[in-house]
T-cell receptor
């Protein structure tokens, strides 16, 4: 069974204090690892897709990296507007690979608060 | 390019009633997936439709059903509502089905409250 675990569950940082969010995954054939940002009462907003170990992607203060078992979302010098829940999801291949779950398997998310 | 739209945005129903939610995908996208989000369980996969065919279904009872039309718009239906069905229902669209590594883009969700 595909599993995605995110840590920590919640994180409170001061503005400008850099940190990393962790996403550990166990899937039967990773086709893609996704990061989303979700604000209260809204749908998840796409941030990054990673496909293979060693891959990195950056967008403003965010950088996502991928290993064979984990992905990290690094936040550099965060601002209060970066406060949100960050979700990690894995596409395990499903019908394409002959095994694993169809649909994305999500972690429970990391609730990030950036204090001014 | 318009994003994924969902209607209605909010719904209040009573136990035993049924409800239909609608999702219009991004233009050109043929895959639509539905997810249920609750504080305790997070986001859970309900089902996925591609070219009007249901590809797979998550671990939900048969009260949850859906369909997709030729224009890729999708509806999901929940019959005999229970209190535990209160949740944010999210629709996501992509050009190719899940399993291909294609990015799914989410709509704003429909907030369902069952009383």
């Amino acid at each position: 069974e595909d599993q995605v675990t995110q840590s920590p569950e919640a994180l409170r940082l001061q503005e400008g204090e850099s940190s990393s969010l962790n996403c550990s995954y166990t899937v039967s054939g990773l086709r893609g690892l996704f990061w989303y940002r979700q604000d209260p009462g809204k749908g998840p907003e796409f941030l990054f897709t990673l496909y293979s170990a060693g891959e990195e992607k950056e967008k403003e203060r965010l950088k996502a990296t991928l290993t064979k078992k984990e992905s990290f979302l690094h936040i550099t010098a965060p601002k209060p507007e970066d406060s949100a829940t960050y979700l990690c999801a894995a596409d395990g291949g499903g019908s394409y690979s002959g095994g694993g779950a169809d649909g994305l398997t999500f972690g429970k998310g990391t609730h990030l608060i950036i204090q001014p | 390019k318009a994003g994924v739209t969902q209607t209605p945005r909010y719904l209040i129903k009573t136990r035993g009633q049924q409800v239909t939610l609608s999702c219009s995908p991004i233009s050109g996208h043929r895959s639509v997936s539905w997810y249920q989000q609750t504080p305790g369980q997070g986001l859970q996969f309900l089902f996925e439709y591609f070219s009007e065919t249901q590809r797979n279904k998550g671990n939900f009872p048969g009260r949850f059903s859906g369909r997709q039309f030729s224009n890729s718009r999708s509806e999901m239906n929940v019959s005999t509502l229970e209190l535990g069905d209160s949740a944010l229902y999210l629709c996501a669209s992509s050009f190719s089905p899940s399993g291909s590594g294609e990015t799914q883009y989410f709509g704003p969700g429909t907030r369902l409250l069952v009383l």
